[in-house]
Structures are given as structure tokens and as C-alpha cells.
């Protein structure tokens, strides 16, 4: 399979994404920026905040495979203890220089026809651009990886999204940049609904090109060209 991932539209700071029909697991991507952290810590304690996770307990998130049955929502508070899994990237930054983080999600299909969700984190210490670009390879080797097909909605568009954002460095300041896709329901659930595939099967990786962003960031609306 060979696709080329379009150009990016929307906002940088993502906040919202279109719902869809299905599914019982739903997340949002946000970023945040804390330029003026007194240390690391402090730095990275503010993004928490303004990504509304200031408050809740945070499971980082490992691994590609969403949770079956990943839908897109849009942000909404939660309430203060609650435990949460989070895909998370962050860079960081000193004095000088510029750093960026982002976070994409790519609703899938196995070749047995059955429906997954996978996701990629990155962190880069550059610009956003950047970041994005190789955000967006990552997630095409990890299709490949698995065999996966991207799927389309009733318009023939990749049901996709990517965020990124970057921090510019502030002299005598911390600064951090966070990217996250958040699931507040996904330990809800049990982790054995999914489908089990063999090891054994002989997945092959996806070859061909990938072009290069022309925005700062996505929004799910990115034209995927098979």
C-alpha cells in the first residue's frame, strides 16, 4: 500500500474533532504551551493545566493500538482525582532554542475487515514542521508494521488527525510544549473485546513516499492519496 498524507489545515492549538458514528471509547487531541516555567517541573506542571489535566491522575499511554471501539469527542472537563490514560509527547526547552510536540490518531482496518485505531507521539527540538513530518512518517510505518488499511468516511476522506505545536525558548525561563490525545474512559473497559490476530501471518511494511506537511498543523481533515 502507498499513500501520501496531504496538506494540514486548522488551527495549532486543536481542539476539537467531528464525531462519528460507533464506537464507545471516545478522545480529543489538545497542545499546550508553558514558556515561563521557574523550572522543568513548574513548566511542565502549567501545560498539564492548561490541557485540563491539572487535576486528574495521568496513565501514560504506551504502545500504537488505541482502545477498540476509538472514537473522536471533543474536550470536556473531568472531574478532579479522575484517572485518566494520556498519549503524550513533550519537549522542552532552556535559554534558547525552539523545541515542538505532536500527537496524530488514524482510524484503521486489519485485512480480516476488522476495525482498530492506532496512534503516534513525537517530540522534536525544532520546529513544528518538522516535528510533523516526522510525525506522519511514524504513523505510515507503524500502518505498515500492521498490515493496516486507513479507513475513509462517506466522502473518501482519511478518517485521520494531527495535532503539533512548538515553544520558543524565553531567556532565565523553563519552557515545555505537550501534545496529548486523551482517553478519560478507556480504563473503563476490559482490554480483551478486540480481535486477536497471529504473529505468524507474514505482515509486510507499506512502501512509498510521504509529502511533506504545508501547514502548521492538522485537523482529521487531511486528504490521504492511495
Known amino acids: 500500500m502507498d499513500f501520501n498524507i496531504g496538506a494540514s489545515s486548522g488551527s495549532r492549538n486543536q481542539r476539537k474533532a467531528a464525531p462519528r458514528r460507533g464506537g ?113 512518517r511514524n504513523l505510515q510505518r507503524k500502518l505498515g508494521n500492521r498490515d493496516l488499511e486507513l479507513r475513509k468516511d462517506d466522502d473518501e476522506k482519511a478518517m485521520f488527525e494531527c495535532v503539533v505545536d512548538e515553544i520558543e525558548a524565553q531567556e532565565g525561563f523553563h519552557g515545555v510544549v505537550l501534545a496529548a490525545l486523551i482517553l478519560p474512559n478507556s480504563l473503563n473497559i476490559g482490554g480483551s473485546s478486540g480481535p486477536t490476530r497471529s504473529r505468524n501471518m507474514g505482515i509486510s511494511s507499506i512502501g512509498g513516499g510521504l509529502g511533506g506537511p504545508t501547514g502548521l498543523s492538522g485537523s482529521g481533515n487531511s486528504d490521504f492519496g492511495f
Open 24 to 136: 464507545s471509547t471516545a478522545g480529543w487531541v489538545m497542545t499546550a504551551v508553558a514558556p515561563f516555567g521557574e523550572n522543568e517541573e513548574h513548566a511542565m506542571d502549567q501545560a498539564l493545566v492548561e490541557l485540563g489535566l491539572g487535576d486528574a491522575r495521568l496513565i501514560r499511554g504506551e504502545g500504537a493500538m488505541l482502545p477498540m471501539g476509538f472514537e473522536p469527542g471533543t474536550p470536556q472537563d473531568l472531574p478532579m482525582g479522575t484517572l485518566v490514560e494520556c498519549h503524550l509527547s513533550k519537549a522542552t526547552v532552556h535559554g534558547s532554542g525552539i523545541a515542538s510536540a505532536g500527537v496524530a490518531w488514524a482510524l484503521c482496518s486489519t485485512p480480516e475487515g476488522d476495525e482498530c485505531a492506532i496512534v503516534s507521539t513525537m517530540s522534536h527540538q525544532g520546529p513544528m514542521e518538522e516535528c510533523e513530518t516526522e510525525l506522519r
